[in-house]
């Protein structure tokens, strides 16, 4: 939760000590359920934001701080009142609108924004916040010149208090127009007349004609001392919008709501109100992520489409016929629809996180679906078995496999369900949507697929014999397959335990320091721009506008708009020194292409530090900078003097520990600040008071607001502040003319010093204390470790009171949350061994397995790998997909072996799995390729997401399949008939019969 403060014109010691302090020390610290409570002072803005208990109501948690907020009038009168910020999605972004024109001034376009657009924009229903940047408030300004005033005999108070009371409201106490008055009524015996002022003052002329109070010349009037304008205030950020000057306004959305459903909204209100911007271009596609969407949904449904008819052919084409072309097309869409229904109706936003999910869940459903198809097939070529029979054999066959596979997929996620931070944040949703999806699929298949062969198989004669091809491969496979031991098996068995021992080594480095998702290939590159600190607005304007024409000539480049600075209640709160610039590619675009072009341009400019990223990596990375990943040490404490020099003493305690590299203390830069200190004894002499001299200084530089003119249902300020002349240096600072209370007037220099001094541009808070970090990286030795040196080393240093230093606590709820993971992943390979030793009944057996899962792992490593690496870390959960492959297909072999040795009990083991392992082959091959076609249209017709964010996901899938299938048609067997038994009697009697009828003989089911 954020709360806003707008203070223009303080600096951020200022912020800090009139408003930031305050609020979190005597407002909103100790509200229920706060768990944390930070804040950045930046001049003119104060952001805090309270972190709340997980599990905390949020709707509750504002009801408390908005009750806190209503004791806001304590605060000094120097700001707007705090604004509880709207909840945002991550991605809060959801269109960017700029307006141009030339003919319509930028304070009439700013009044248009603010009255007639944004109220119409936040009546959208998802619409959170409606920020606009280079606003400007049209302002009815009463500019002095103190020369002026003393010329005339005219003091700044009198000024003051004549527009003040001009109008008939003024948030001034001390001015009569605070109580201006009702109107009243006229009674009479018949009738009752309500009386309204019309006030007379609409235009500069007209307040200019007021007379001035307690003048000595009664025919003073204010347009005689002052000059009176229609102007704005000074401004925060502006819009970059080329050659023609506008505004850009930045629409957020709500979480959980739909991107395309609020951008329809946006743009049919936009529709709806250009007939009444008349002279005023309104361009709605300098960020519209809905595009994106919209064209990755088109994309992906088609892939979708294109791989459900790939997989169809391949079927049918393998099993030489169309109703089992037929039966695999309706069961995979019946599995694939429901799972999209069950994760649509228990809330689950279908992103890409999700969808991956979904995905991965897909290809267990088709490898399950192929070897449903191929016990119907096998088992129907036996004609003493009945219709009834062979779909409950069929069903049976598979029920096990697919449940223990689930399972095995189920307990290796668990502990990514358990991880902490952003990483968790994002892994939660791609592993819940994957187990639910693979659950309701799999309950889908399991029971749609026999029942759709009861209807498509019915009255179908016999399926034919097998394809030569296949009858060769399995005859050849069977032969070679007598060479399984010696030389032969001691071979695979070191291949198998090095593929193994590659992937295990490969995992750590590849895995170290991966971001959290892979890069999002946005068609909007947004470019980060900085200044050095206390750059002007104009300069910023003029570098970002030439800047946004060279990038605009980019081909590909389809358009370019950008701010600069912040606008009120925005999502940034940067100072007039940085900006943004959003580039749009075309449809089509090379997205590497441009990206690199536009790096090259914003490169050329020196003296700016520039960023290329999209908007989604931004917020990222924004949020792991919250994750605190560098190791710190943070000092606390009033002084900054002292806080820095403390900060260097712990940078030396750093920089002579083992293990920490690269320790700094993390200070913001200085920027100048023009300081007015009065010298009080000057000041006695001349009967003023410092708050004198800062009430009338505030007045001329920065202004003062005297009243309110209302009209047409609009609200403008009425404001007395000094001409330009007298607010452009040093020097107009140090001639002002201060009001004596006596009367008469002083140089403000004559009673003050006016310094130019450093200022910080931004002060951070944590616990309502300002502090300062100090930050390192951590290699070659555990975090544990460095923090317990650490901690001992603070122990012995001196601090004065109120100032201590102390480790972040999430290094060590870190630590602990790694070892909890750990655990719980040895916990979860404990269950898996556990699952396979419950469904193969032998420890011996069930070990072999457990130990040679590896090996079906390391082909997807090893793919990943080769691509240079699994680019995120989401990818890993791939591996799972993998695993419950393996699995699966293990238990089938295995379940294969043993229904033959019910059959064929005096056949030697060896002979036995030789032809179990035969049966397997052809629905192990036929899975290993048409699951692997399955996922070719998803990443070559994907779009972006397709080849940016699938592509690494397929890679493991592609990989798991091929070392998969070895494992199952080769090493497993080999290892089997090396270490197993000799005789039937030595596992097959400990085996348990895991399938029931399964495994029975065929007799028992005639």
């Known amino acids: 939760m954020e709360i806003q403060t707008e203070a223009l014109g303080l600096s951020a010691v200022e912020v800090e000590q009139l408003i930031t302090s305050p609020m979190e020390a005597d407002l909103l ?31 509750r948690a504002r009801q408390l701080v908005a009750e806190r907020l209503t004791q806001a009038f304590a605060l000094p009168n120097v700001s707007s009142p705090p604004v509880l910020m709207q909840p945002l999605s991550s991605t809060s972004r959801v269109m960017m609108v700029q307006m141009t024109s030339q003919d319509v001034s930028p304070i009439d376009m700013s009044v248009l924004a603010r009255w007639d657009v944004k109220p119409a924009l936040m009546g959208v229903p998802g619409v959170a916040n409606v920020s606009i940047y280079g606003q400007r408030e049209q302002q009815l300004q009463v500019q002095v010149d103190p020369k002026q005033l003393r010329a005339k005999n005219v003091t700044l108070n009198q000024v003051v208090e004549t527009a003040g009371n001009a109008v008939w409201v003024s948030p001034l106490s001390f001015l009569e127009a605070s109580t201006p008055g009702t109107g009243g009524f006229l009674e009479s015996a018949n009738q009752r007349i309500g009386i309204q002022h019309v006030l007379p003052i609409r235009t500069p002329e007209d307040l200019g004609k007021v007379s001035v109070e307690g003048a000595s010349d009664k025919t003073l009037t204010l347009s005689d001392v002052t000059t009176l304008s229609e102007d704005h205030q000074p401004l925060i950020g502006d819009a970059v919008t080329g050659k023609s000057p506008g505004l850009l306004l930045v629409i957020e959305k709500f979480p959980d709501t739909s ?41 992906l449904g088609l892939a979708l489409l294109v791989s459900l008819l790939v997989v169809t052919a391949a079927i049918g084409l393998a099993f030489r016929s169309w109703r089992y072309a037929l039966l695999a097309f309706v069961a995979i869409s019946v599995a694939a629809t429901a799972a999209a229904l069950v994760l649509q109706f228990q809330g689950a936003v279908l992103n890409i996180m999700a969808f991956s999910g979904l995905v991965l869940a897909l290809v267990l459903v088709i490898g399950d679906v192929i070897t449903d198809l191929h016990s119907f097939r096998r088992e129907s070529a036996d004609d003493r078995v009945s219709r009834e029979a062979l779909l409950a054999h069929g069903l049976q066959r598979s029920r096990v496999p697919v449940l223990f596979a689930g399972l095995t997929a189920l307990l290796a996620l668990a502990p990514a369900l358990f991880v902490p931070g952003v990483e968790g944040a994002f892994l939660k949703p791609l592993v819940l949507s994957y187990l639910l999806a693979t659950a309701v699929a799999m309950l889908v298949a399991l029971t749609v697929t026999p029942a759709l062969a009861s209807l498509l198989l019915r009255g179908h004669r016999r399926a034919r014999r097998s394809l030569s091809v296949i009858r060769k491969a399995r005859l050849g496979y069977e032969r070679s397959a007598r060479a399984f031991t010696g030389t032969v098996a001691a071979v695979f068995a070191l291949a198998a335990a090095a593929m193994a021992i590659a992937a295990l080594a490969i995992v750590p480095g590849a895995t170290k320091e991966l971001p959290v998702v892979a890069a999002v290939p946005d068609r909007t590159l947004l470019v980060e721009w900085e200044s050095a600190a206390s750059t002007g607005t104009e300069v910023m304007n003029r570098v970002m506008t030439s800047a946004s024409e060279e990038l605009s000539a980019i081909r590909g480049v389809s358009s370019v708009g950008g701010h600069v600075g912040r606008a ?13 610039l959003w580039v749009t590619m075309e449809d089509g675009a090379n997205i590497s292409r441009v990206r690199s072009d536009v790096r090259e341009i914003v490169e050329g400019y020196p003296g700016l530090t520039a960023k290329v990223t999209t908007y989604p990596e931004q917020q990222v990375a924004a949020a792991s900078a919250i994750d605190n990943r560098q190791f710190r040490v943070r000092v606390y404490g009033v002084d900054l003097d002292i806080l820095r020099q403390k900060a260097d003493e712990i940078r030396g305690i750093l920089s002579r520990t083992d293990g920490v590299v690269e320790p700094q203390v993390d200070v913001t830069v200085d920027q100048p600040v023009a300081e007015i200190e009065v010298d009080l004894a000057k000041a006695q002499k001349q009967g003023i008071k410092p708050g004198d001299v800062r009430r009338a200084a505030a007045t001329v530089l920065q202004g003062i607001e005297v009243g309110y003119l209302f009209e047409q249902q609009k609200v403008f300020q009425v404001i007395v502040k000094g001409t330009e002349s007298t607010r452009n240096s040093l020097t107009s600072v140090t001639e002002m003319m201060v009001d004596k209370p006596e009367g008469g007037q002083v140089r403000l220099g004559d009673v003050a010093t006016v310094t130019l001094r450093p200022n910080q541009t931004v002060i951070h808070h944590d616990d309502t204390s300002r502090r300062i970090d100090v930050v390192a990286n951590i290699q070659g030795r555990n975090l544990g470790d460095v923090t317990r040196d650490v901690q001992a080393a603070i122990k012995g240093m001196q601090f004065p009171v109120e100032y201590h230093a102390e480790i972040p606590p999430q290094y060590a709820e870190k630590e602990a949350a790694g070892a909890f993971i750990w655990w719980l992943a040895l916990a979860a390979a404990a269950g898996i061994l556990v699952l396979l030793l419950t469904v193969l009944g032998n420890w011996r057996l069930a070990g072999l397995v457990f130990v040679l899962l590896p090996v079906a792992l390391s082909g997807g490593i090893l793919a990943a790998d080769l691509a240079g690496g699994f680019g995120s870390v989401y990818v890993l959960v791939a591996l799972a997909a993998v695993l419950a492959l393996a699995v699966r297909d293990v238990i089938m072999l295995m379940g294969t072996y043993q229904s033959l040795q019910s059959r064929a009990p005096s056949e030697s083991p060896a002979h036995l799995m030789r032809q179990a392992a035969g049966e397997r082959l052809m629905p192990t091959v036929l899975t290993t390729v048409i699951t692997g076609l399955a996922l070719v249209p998803l990443v070559l017709l994907g779009g972006p997401v397709g080849g940016g964010m699938l592509l690494p996901l397929a890679l493991v899938v592609w990989g798991g399949l091929i070392t998969s299938a070895l494992l199952t048609l080769f090493i497993l067997p080999i290892l089997f008939l090396r270490i197993g038994p000799r005789t039937n009697t030595d596992w097959g009697s400990s085996l348990v019969n895991n399938n029931g009828p399964v495994l029975a003989e065929r007799s028992e089911l005639s």
């Open 29 to 59: 610290n100790g509200v229920a359920w706060l768990d944390e409570i930070r804040s950045k002072s930046v001049p003119g803005l104060s952001s805090i934001e309270m972190v709340f208990e997980p599990g905390t109501d949020i709707l």
């Open 568 to 580: 009120i209640t925005s999502d940034t709160s940067s100072d007039v020194n940085a900006g943004e």
């Open 259 to 299: 991107v395309a459903d609020v951008t329809k909204g946006v743009e049919a209100v936009l529709d709806g109100l250009r007939p009444g911007l008349s002279g005023i271009t309104v361009d709605s596609t300098v960020f519209r992520p809905a595009t994106f969407v919209e064209s990755a949904v088109g994309s």
